[in-house]
């Protein structure tokens, strides 16, 4: 049925509930004559089924239609069709990894930012005032901690000026500020 089938049943139900409301009403005062109550008696039944009838065509008409589906997202003014529950679920899912209104975009950004901070960088983008970091090389060289001294290099730890030619490097993290045993 399409929409336009839909609005006239619907107009139409509206019409007939409207002229079966006045009907009941001149029932009321027919039945205060005597000889027209079993005419009366007649009419409410037809009413009745006649209402019921009309009932079940509106609600079939508000009904929503199955072969329908929308992705609308809560949060901004996303709003996409779908031709089936499983699409309308991929383009909500994908939506929200987008939206920028979505209370875990929030989240979204934190986490990237954190990435980004335990990324590997470039060498020669790495401090060289003595603070300990992270070194890597290329390849399957474990990492080392290390620091820069000018003139000497890099240095690992214990002070040793062996790490030749780091590629990359990232901070370490902060020390661990309680003792949990």
């Not at 996409?80 to 975009?105: F, G, I, N, Y």
Request: charged fraction near 30%; charge should be negative.
């Amino acid at each position: 049925m399409t929409d336009e089938q839909l609005v006239e049943l619907e107009r139409l139900a509206r019409g007939l509930l409207m002229h079966h409301t006045t009907l009941a009403g001149a029932a009321v005062v027919l039945e205060s004559v005597p000889a027209l109550a079993a005419e009366v008696r007649r009419l409410r039944a037809e009413l009745a089924a006649e209402r019921d009838e009309v009932e079940h065509l509106l609600s079939l008409a508000e009904r929503p239609r199955q072969d329908r589906w929308f992705a609308i997202c809560g949060y901004c003014d996303f709003t996409e069709q779908a031709a089936d529950r499983e699409a309308q679920t991929a383009l909500a899912v994908a939506h929200a990894a987008v939206c920028e209104k979505h209370p875990l975009a929030a989240a979204r950004r934190r986490i990237a930012e954190l990435e980004a901070e335990r990324a590997w960088r470039p060498i020669d983008t790495a401090p060289r005032d003595g603070a300990m970091v992270l070194l890597g090389w290329a390849g399957d060289v474990p990492p080392e901690a290390g620091a820069w001294n000018e003139g000497l290099g890099w240095a690992d730890a214990d002070g040793w000026y062996d790490l030749a030619n780091p590629t990359h490097w990232m901070p370490l993290p902060a020390p661990p500020t309680e003792d949990r045993r």
